[in-house]
């Protein structure tokens, strides 16, 4: 136990297992498994976590049932991958962590484009999102599923695995069953709240009879799946007193959301409240029969966590994106450090990676996620000090600035705003954006610490960063949105960039009259968080875009907030549409045409229009610093216009590469 957070860091125990803390580090998927197989980047991504403190950890799912066969789930229902298992446990438990997999089917669910024509399911109805219709389970199906997870699980218990977690909440496939909006059977596993939590009550009963007392057997559970006639908080509790009545589950957990228009629950963001489920957590745990609860969702902060434990609200504390994001996330807060972690800013990235991009997860504030030293990191110092300038104060310029200055080189940072942060801090400053400002004030701190020298206010020249004599140059300098073509060049001082005319009326900061036009070639967050901040100022506020939706550049999850967000404020979409430039804007009048057909239309009481738009990098730098000779990187939106996982990234490299 620490003195720092004394009821985090306190031990418990569940089946009979010591836990050392209270922290668990909840399901993620990290896709670093390989044809079906445990690699050493998997085992690594774990065992940072666990050196970091987390006392338990959940696996992403596992191919456990015979009919499971994505390549990058491990599989288990043979004996191929024993080895493997045994490395992974063997790696965890050595930082006294104990380890359990994840058993879970997607069912139906699916939140990718196109359909799914191997899922399976509980009754011929379409997915919400993809309208994938499955194969509905027969009654020989389910039993078979619930041998082969039976059987697997004890296949993990051999190799070390202290138990498992049924994946039972966010939409898939035993929340199918759950649901009377997927399951209208009629036979034994359907009909009523006994007949559909059937599958999973026995499903508990085959593992706790092939893996005994001591095998952990825990369950995520809906707790709102915010789905119409599906399940809310009453049929939750419905559900959690029937699968914890027969006392097979260790712990219970609620996760919300489901594979419908309220996806976006499962993975809260900055714009809803932090911890936003532990209300409703707290009402449902009069309805688990007395077992452990986790608290999960958007805990980010060692003393809200604290707090929720101390508070007896819950006995556990599950984190999925905290964790990715600082791995040492409890080690730092134990030995009074908590302003060292890089919190998570909840801005679902790693989903993106994962599950829209089918890559490995990967953080926007962590970019050293699964390496060997990632735990704690702090840089080596260079065998040479080296004169080193950075010119850009945005969070690639920032994170080159402190790793290059924390391995010993002496580092001057120019910047043209007189804070850091750069377009980040903008973004931060609009609805849903103020978690966003950790990045950047972890990196300040850290550059601090580590004797950087910042000129803030200074728009650098040539001159100024060669009179340094600088061994190496890196030039941070951002991105600006590009005119579009609509816009005849001598009428560019009629009409701004959003960032730009965003930053203006933050500072100004007054109601006015009139409609509030963006012209959105962008697609990303920070588009729509303007808008909203426009909403608040104009009487209407329009997005035109050429394409056929809105956001299209987010992950789903984060998409389906904007459009959520977009429809509740009134904010209009206009879309297949591009302005037609008639000289009217001002006269409060917006020609626009529609991209296919050509047809026309204005809009008036015209008050504010700008435009958001593909990033020119900003370069002009680049040229005479390579004429004198010196050793130029170019780091973030300076390189190529992307987001700050990116600008992050490059900055950490570059840093580390000087
Ligand atoms: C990238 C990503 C992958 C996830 N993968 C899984 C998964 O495989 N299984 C699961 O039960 N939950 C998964 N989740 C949900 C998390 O376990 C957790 O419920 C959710 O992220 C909320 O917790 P947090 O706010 O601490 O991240 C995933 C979430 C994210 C962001």
């Known amino acids: 136990m620490s003195d720092a957070y004394p009821a985090l860091t306190s031990p418990f125990t569940l089946a009979g297992n010591r836990l050392r803390n209270r922290v668990v580090h909840a399901s993620m998927t990290t896709r670093m498994g390989e044809n079906t197989r445990v690699t050493p980047r998997l085992i690594q991504y774990h065992a940072n976590r666990a050196q970091g403190g987390a006392a338990l950890i959940i696996t992403e799912p596992l191919s456990m049932a015979r009919h499971q066969n994505i390549p990058y789930k491990v599989r288990v229902w043979n004996d191929e991958q024993i080895d493997g298992l045994k490395r992974w446990t063997a790696a965890v438990q050595a930082y006294d962590c104990h380890l359990l997999g994840q058993i879970q089917d997607s069912g139906r669910g699916r939140h990718a484009a196109g359909r799914n024509p191997d899922a399976v399911g509980a009754s011929a109805l379409p997915d919400d999102i993809s309208w994938t219709m499955p194969h509905v389970l027969s009654v020989a199906e389910i039993e078979h599923m619930i041998d ?130 532990v209300t409703l957590m707290l009402e449902l745990r009069a309805a688990v029969n007395n077992v452990p609860v986790v608290a999960l969702g958007r805990i980010t902060d060692p003393a809200e966590a604290d707090a929720i434990i101390a508070r007896g609200d819950a006995e556990l504390i599950a984190m999925g994106r905290t964790l990715v994001c600082d791995p040492a996330w409890l080690a730092k807060a134990e030995r009074n450090r908590a302003h060292d972690i890089r919190y998570c800013v909840s801005c679902n990235s790693c989903w993106d990676m994962t599950s829209t991009q089918h890559l490995q997860i990967a953080c926007d504030n962590n970019p050293r996620v699964a390496l060997a030293d990632e735990v704690d990191w702090w840089p080596a110092r260079a065998a040479n000090r ?121 500072r100004v900061n007054t109601r006015q009259s009139g409609t509030a036009v963006i012209f959105d070639m962008d697609h990303t967050d920070g588009t729509y968080a303007a808008a909203e901040l426009l909403r608040t100022l104009f009487d209407r506020v329009i997005i035109m875009t050429p394409r056929d939706s809105i956001a299209q550049d987010m992950a789903m999850v984060t998409r389906q907030g904007i459009l959520r967000r977009m429809h509740e404020q009134r904010i209009e979409m206009l879309l297949h549409a591009e302005p037609v430039w008639t000289g009217r804007v001002e006269d409060g009048y917006l020609d626009y045409a529609n991209i296919y057909t050509h047809e026309r239309s204005t809009i008036d009481h015209l008050a504010f229009l700008a435009y958001s738009t593909p990033r020119a990098p900003n370069i002009a730098l680049l040229d005479p610093l390579r004429a004198a000779g010196v050793d130029v990187h170019l780091v973030g939106d300076c390189k190529v216009a992307r987001g700050v996982m990116a600008a992050t990234a490059e900055g950490h490299t570059v840093g580390n590469a000087i």
């Open 148 to 277: 082969d997870f039976a059987q697997s699980s004890r296949r993990l218990q051999r190799c070390g695995f202290s138990g498992v977690e049924i994946s039972a909440g966010h939409g898939h496939l035993f929340h199918q069953f759950f649901s009377p909006r997927s399951n209208t059977r009629t036979d034994r596993y359907g009909g009523d709240w006994q007949g559909r939590t059937r599958f999973v009550t026995e499903l508990a009963a085959a593992i706790r009879a092939a893996c005994g007392s001591d095998f952990i057997i825990g369950i995520k559970l809906p707790g709102n799946d915010g789905a119409p006639e599906s399940i809310g908080p009453a049929e939750s509790a419905t559900i959690a007193r029937l699968v914890t009545s027969e006392h097979n589950i260790d712990y219970v957990c609620f996760a919300h959301g489901t594979h419908a228009q309220s996806l976006e629950l499962h993975v809260p963001d900055g714009n809803g409240p932090r911890a936003p489920y």
């Open 386 to 506: 080296k004169r080193v300038v950075v010119v850009g104060t945005g969070v690639a310029g920032m994170e080159a600035t402190w790793v290059a200055a924390a391995r010993g080189h002496k580092v001057t940072t120019f910047g043209i705003p007189s804070q850091v942060g750069g377009k980040t801090r903008l973004r931060s400053l609009l609805p849903g954006g103020e978690a966003l400002s950790s990045v950047y004030d972890y990196q300040q701190a850290a550059a601090h610490k580590a004797g950087a020298r910042f000129e803030l206010g200074v728009q650098a020249t040539a001159d100024d960063i060669l009179a340094l004599k600088p061994d190496a140059v890196v030039l941070a300098c951002g991105s600006t949105m590009v005119a579009p073509r609509w816009l005849p060049p001598e009428c560019a001082d009629l009409v701004s960039d959003l960032r730009i005319a965003i930053a203006d009326l933050i």
